[in-house]
């Protein structure tokens, strides 16, 4: 069974620092990975996607995400963080020929001038 | 429409009644999801449909829960003699086909059960 681990409950970060939240993946065969972020009261928005291919991913609202099959790994980055980015950031898996995405508990980042 | 939507936004109910929820997929949508997100967690998966039947309905908790779809668009979420424990936010997605194509999630539903 696919699993998604985010270890950090809660960062903060200062205004135009950047920011690294860590997602970590179990599943046994090729993963699809996403990056979601939900603001609240809204609903969930794709931040980008690792399908195959680069294993560099590029995103919307400056963010990036780094595939490393070797640890497991599909970390979120941005260079520098806006008031704007304090949100619940959410990991999640699915997989080739599967439908239903695995998510992980999240990551609230809260943004400090 | 542009996105999902799901009505209601929020309903309050008390134990033991009968809710529905509605969610409206992008149109041309075949796949459509539900996902429960109780405090704290992520979106954990319910049910899928592709088209108008239930392709995978093994997220369902209990036998109180089900959903229909029956023209192949519109979906409602039914949950019978509401528990406290059922309250949530309840997800609605969807996408263009399944397997990997990006789901587009609505604003969700918000269930308290007093």
């Known amino acids: 069974a696919q699993s998604v681990t985010q270890p950090d409950i809660h960062i903060t970060v200062s205004e135009g620092a950047s920011l690294e939240l860590r997602c970590n993946y179990s599943y046994g065969a090729t993963p699809y990975l996403f990056w979601y972020v939900q603001s609240p009261g809204q609903g969930l928005q794709l931040l980008l996607k690792?399908?195959?291919?680069?294993?560099l991913v590029q995103g919307i609202k400056g963010f990036e995400a780094e595939f490393k099959r070797s640890q497991s790994s599909f970390n979120l980055r941005k260079p520098s963080v806006h008031w704007s980015d304090a949100a619940e950031y959410f990991c999640?898996?699915?997989?080739?020929?599967?439908?239903?995405?695995?998510f992980g508990a999240g990551t609230t980042v809260t943004v400090r001038a | 429409g542009a996105g999902v939507s799901q009505t209601p936004s929020n309903k309050v109910t008390e134990k033991g009644k009968y809710v529905e929820l509605r969610c409206d997929p992008i149109s041309g949508h075949t796949a459509l999801y539900w996902y429960r997100q109780s405090l704290g967690q992520g979106p954990e998966f319910l049910i899928y449909?592709?088209?108008?039947?239930?392709?995978?309905d093994s997220g369902l908790p209990n036998d109180r829960f089900f959903a229909v779809r029956p023209e192949g668009s519109v979906s409602t979420l039914k949950i019978q003699r509401t528990e406290r424990g059922d309250s949530a936010v309840y997800l609605c997605?969807?996408?263009?086909?399944?397997?990997?194509?990006?789901?587009?999630f609505g604003p969700g539903t918000r269930l308290t059960v007093l």
């Open positions: 690792y399908f195959s291919g680069d294993t």
């Open positions: 997605a969807s996408s263009l086909r399944a397997g990997g194509d990006e789901q587009f």
């Open positions: 449909f592709q088209g108008t039947g239930a392709a995978d």
């Open positions: 999640a898996v699915g997989a080739v020929g599967d439908y239903k995405l695995s």
